[in-house]
């Protein structure tokens, strides 16, 4: 897998992307907003959590959907070095794909990693780049293989997330999960971690940083006290998860916010 180009786009309705006969695979996922997409002269909407793979050489043209704006994730690569290339289905495709993914929170931190690498440009960036790219990919085909799940599972997933994204600050169990959509604890923590790719804990974790980078880049709470908010009492285990999952420690934006402000 070789990544040959990474963008992020926040985007107007002025926003225009093409190509024509590129050598490239080009993977989008969409994370705000809609977009448009024509391909070969066909028309995809993109939505939020949606992603589309459009093979090399195939013609598109995408752009905001008028009056609204949108952000994205654009990846384009050479999915000819992957040494799993033959026993991904996705790769054998002649035309452009599209899907929703159940797998959203995990894909977009594979993308924000790859996004942050790219921009630090740090010894060997590529190679880590690649690597999450093919991780990425292995979460989508264990997707694309089994269909997602169905509907009614789906939403069964949908209805744990909603809880946790309402209690996240809490400790959230399995238990509570389980009794969310009256099923078991281990049936809930099951199938949790088979639809979204994250134990429950991860979710938690996932939740709590996303709400602690906006308080670290737009409040005027301290570490301590935004390590308290979201739910973790003890400061240092907070630091050790925040890297953990951004590369970065909390204090990068208390500073980044200061000098905004000076």
């Known amino acids: 897998m070789k990544v040959t180009s990474y963008t992020y786009d926040k985007s107007s309705n002025w926003y225009g992307e093409s190509q024509e006969g590129c050598d490239d695979w080009t993977l989008v996922l969409v994370t705000y907003g809609r977009c448009v997409y024509w391909i070969e002269e066909k028309k ?84 880590l780049c690649e690597a999450l790219l093919t991780e990425l990919f292995v979460y989508l085909h264990r997707e ?34 389980g009794a969310c959509i009256s099923r078991s604890p281990n049936y809930a923590a099951t199938l949790f971690r088979k639809v979204t790719g994250q134990t429950i804990s991860e979710f938690v974790h996932a939740a709590r940083i996303k709400t602690a980078v906006y308080m670290l880049r737009h409040s005027a709470l301290t570490v301590t006290e935004i390590s308290d908010f979201i739910g973790y009492n003890d400061a240092s285990y907070f630091y050790r998860v925040f890297k953990r999952l951004t590369g970065l420690v909390p204090t990068d934006l208390v500073s980044d916010r200061e000098n905004v402000r000076k």
């Not at 959203?104 to 960036?125: A, G, N, S, T």
């Open 44 to 127: 995809q909407v993109l939505e939020k959590g949606q992603w589309l793979l459009i093979p090399s050489s195939i013609p598109f043209y995408g752009r905001s959907v008028p009056t609204m704006l949108h952000e994205k994730y654009v990846v384009r690569f050479d999915p000819t070095a992957m040494q799993a290339q033959a026993s991904f289905p996705l790769f054998r495709l002649s035309s452009a794909t599209s899907r929703f993914t159940s797998k959203y929170e995990l894909i977009l931190d594979r993308l924000r990693h790859i996004h942050q690498q790219w921009q630090d440009k740090q010894p060997y960036y590529q190679t």
């Open 144 to 177: 694309w293989d089994q269909e997602a799940a169905t509907s009614a599972t789906l939403q069964l997933v949908e209805q744990m997330k909603g809880y946790i994204q309402n209690h996240y600050r809490e400790h959230v169990t399995k238990e509570e999960l």
